[in-house]
């Protein structure tokens, strides 16, 4: 075991292979809301593609990840874009992203994509983009979850407002 600021942490720990499912709840800022994501946590090894995409029929936020220093880690990212977009049945319902940079403590020689790159490419996609590190006391880890769990919110929000005027119009 390895400890951390009074934290233990395993020596070896199993890497996402297939896919994971956590829930996670997640306060939205400024209500009360609670929004329970369901997170699907895919690897992003090419092996299991084809069984991936039935999974993610019907996901309409995504939170695509990759490692800072590693270009191809990024540029996988692009590619699990177009996988995600094609796997979708409603094409026409939009699908809010965030792109998130990890590892961003690391030295920035050991960076092979800068934040500056991968945000342009993310706003050129209609993604968010957030650079983080996980390495105590942590850099905006939350944001990327916060940020979908908003984009959930006000899309149940705006539903919830189309169904009621539907029916004061019925």
Known sequence: MYTSKGQKFPKAYNMTTNMDVVVAPVQVPDTT???ELYLHD???SDLNKDSLAACWNGIYHAILVYDVSSQESYDACKLWLEELKKAR???ERPLK???VATKTDLPSQRHQVTDDVAEV???ANGLEFFSVSSVPPGKDVEGPFVAIAKAF???YEEKVAAFQDACRNY
């Open 89 to 91: 049945v409603d094409r």
């Open 121 to 123: 490419w993310a706003t």
């Open 153 to 155: 919110h006000k899309s």
């Open 97 to 99: 992203a965030v792109l």
């Open 33 to 35: 809301a609670l929004v």
């Open 42 to 44: 895919t690897s992003g």
